[in-house]
């Protein structure tokens, strides 16, 4: 089984419209709806490779219920803490061919009581279970600047088995724990933009990206810098690669990441090799991007995809 950390997740609504007018009244069809946020969307994925996950989240006031109650009908199971505070909506706007604009709210603090429970919660999924994989996906509101940091040294001292810890975080979060956390995952996978943000510079190519990682050397065992449409850059262990994805029939491309950190999770408790990680990682990103639902891959698109991927050492 594969264990899923979510702090701040959502009820997602995904809106399609040809052209989005700022600043007037826009006119929607009834949007698409599914609870999201980062770990709940790979716990999907993971599922639709007919895989074991169980999805640790927090829920809140009445979108939690309703969060909760979706939740039912999905394919992997959940453990939730209970918070005070209300759970998140995020709005998601697919307009003006291949644009996507997201209204996201902030997520609720983190009290050092419900710290504490999380992470004794944390510790007893994993032990009952005997989870060795775990991947931690997404924000967590920034006055917990270093509730990852403490959270990375409470699974990599407090569990008697090795654990493989997945980190799917951004901004400060991404640059703490790169720069100041002794404590390490062992994979972590911004896109580019967030890649950029380590270096506080814009990134905006792949070659730039290939520059960077040659220039710091990173100590994560697997950095997979994800490109969008143009596939990925990836640094698994001491090696660099360029990855390219075929081109496909855009639908919706919400949720890309986290079926790529879904896919690198499935791939660790399979024990795939870095190839097929790379392989497995961007078909499940790309196959996302062929589903309206986020997170949503069918196998048959991931097994064909996946032959089609290029994996160059640079
Ligand atoms: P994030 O969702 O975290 O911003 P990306 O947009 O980089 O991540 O997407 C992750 C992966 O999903 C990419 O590396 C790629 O494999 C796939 N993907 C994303 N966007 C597209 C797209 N427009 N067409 C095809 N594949 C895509």
């Known amino acids: 089984m594969i264990l899923t950390i979510t702090l701040n997740p959502s009820m997602d609504y995904i809106y399609h419209i040809d052209h989005f007018n700022l600043g007037k009244q826009n006119r929607f069809n009834t949007p698409t709806k599914m609870p999201g946020g980062k770990g709940i969307n790979a716990s999907r994925t993971i599922a639709s490779l007919n895989t074991e996950v169980l999805a640790f989240i927090f829920l809140g006031g009445t979108n939690g219920k309703i969060i909760y109650k979706e939740l039912q009908k999905e394919k992997f199971s959940n453990y939730h803490i209970k918070i005070e505070e209300e759970s998140r909506n995020a709005i998601t706007i697919m307009h003006d061919n ?87 995952p062992d994979f972590i996978k911004p896109n580019l933009f967030e890649f950029g943000e380590l270096y506080d510079k814009e990134i905006t190519e792949k070659s730039e990206v290939i520059e960077m990682l040659k220039l710091h050397n990173i100590d994560i065992p697997y950095v997979l810098v994800s490109c969008g449409g143009d596939g990925a850059v990836a640094k698994m262990k001491n090696k660099i690669y360029d990855v390219s994805i075929p081109s496909i029939q855009l639908v919706n491309p919400t949720g890309s990441g986290d079926a790529t950190v879904g896919g690198v999770a499935y791939s660790f408790e399979n024990h795939f090799s870095d190839e097929e990680i790379l392989r497995q990682a961007m078909a499940c990103g790309v196959a996302n991007a062929m589903e309206s639902g986020v997170g949503v891959v069918s196998q048959e698109n991931v097994n064909a995809i996946s032959k089609q991927i290029t994996i160059k050492e640079v």
Do not use: C, Q
Not at 105 to 118: A, N, R, Y
Not at 139 to 146: D, T
């Open 98 to 184: 291949e644009t996507h604009t997201e209204i996201v709210e902030k997520g609720p603090l983190i009290s050092e009581e419900k710290k504490i429970e999380t992470f004794n919660s944390i510790l007893e999924i994993i032990s009952a279970n005997h989870i060795n994989i775990v991947s931690v996906n997404g924000s967590v509101n920034s006055e917990n600047e270093f509730f990852y940091n403490e959270l990375l040294e409470v699974l990599r001292t407090k569990i008697n088995h090795e654990i493989i810890i997945l980190m799917d975080v951004s901004k400060e979060k991404l640059k703490n724990i790169v720069n100041k956390s002794k404590y390490r």
